[in-house]
């Protein structure tokens, strides 16, 4: 999953792609390095953002899935609001990347069981502004598992198919770099859940936080973090730099066998 952010502000490549021509022409070039999904967002969840309305949202992010739709890859909103959900949906996405595991709008889960779309529900402890302000857990893994757990049963019950679920443990929301690291080693426990794992741990700052490196100097620390994930059983590896992970990950396969 190869991530188009449409924003003046997120971490990494904030202002990058606010235009849309830049936005579109840089999915296009993830999907050549082998992007199966583009994850295309338009409001940034960096530690300390302040929220963006529905209306600056969709004004970002549609152009952008509608030049990107029927290019190859599959193409999935990320976003917690149903209005800019219902939208993306409507220009060619079919997947909702949901960090808020559908509990920031009410009206997101009868959308995505109406429209039939796959949902990724996120684990995150508070909210972007205040969540790496002292999170604390008993047992990250098995705190995120229960979570996570209460959250297939809320989508199943609003009317989403078990099917259509996928999950991921939010890697840097609401975590230390030790939360981090743990829920990556255990991945397994969390594939007792069933369902497909998404894991972004794509320039974030747990890297930075094991060899002080910048933002713009983790792609080593996000290729080992990616490979291992999917050794873990991870299925969908949410990433910036696609070509260099895509080939990671067939070298790391090809090894294994
Ligand atoms: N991470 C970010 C945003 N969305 N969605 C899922 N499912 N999993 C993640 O780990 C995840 C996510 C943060 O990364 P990025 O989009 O690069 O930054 P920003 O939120 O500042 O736009």
């Excluded at 190869?2 to 840089?26: K, Q, R």
């Excluded at 917690?80 to 993306?88: D, E, F, L, N």
Aim: a negative charge; proline letters at 4%; hydrophobic letters at 45%.
């Amino acid at each position: 999953m190869g991530v188009v952010n449409v924003t003046p502000d997120s971490f990494s490549d904030g202002g990058l792609y606010l235009d849309p021509e830049m936005a579109i022409a840089h999915g296009r070039e993830l999907t050549q390095a082998g992007a199966e999904i583009l994850d295309v967002g338009g409001e940034s969840t960096r530690p300390g953002a302040e929220p963006v309305s529905a209306e600056e949202e969709l004004r970002r992010v549609v152009p952008v899935i509608r030049g990107l739709s029927g290019a190859g890859s599959r193409i999935s909103v990320d976003t917690s609001k149903a209005a800019v959900a219902a939208a993306a949906l409507d220009a060619g996405a079919e997947i909702v990347n949901d960090v808020t595991a559908l509990r920031g709008d009410p009206e997101m889960a009868p959308l995505c069981a109406e429209r039939g779309a796959t949902v990724v529900l996120m684990h995150m402890l508070g909210e972007p502004r205040t969540m790496q302000v002292d999170p604390r857990y008993g047992d990250v893994v098995v705190e995120v598992k229960a979570f996570l757990a209460e959250r297939i049963e809320a989508a199943v019950a609003a009317g989403i198919e078990a099917e259509r679920v996928w999950l991921d443990p939010g890697i840097g929301f609401g975590k230390t770099g030790a939360h981090n690291m743990e829920l990556l080693r255990r991945l397994g426990e969390l594939r007792e859940l069933g369902r497909p794992l998404v894991i972004g741990t794509s320039r974030k700052s747990f890297i930075g936080k094991v060899d002080g490196s910048a933002a713009d100097q983790r792609l080593g620390g996000t290729i080992a973090s990616s490979v291992l994930a999917a050794a873990e059983g991870a299925d969908v590896l949410r990433v910036h730099d696609v070509a260099e992970v895509r080939q990671a990950l067939t070298v790391a396969a090809a090894i294994l066998g």
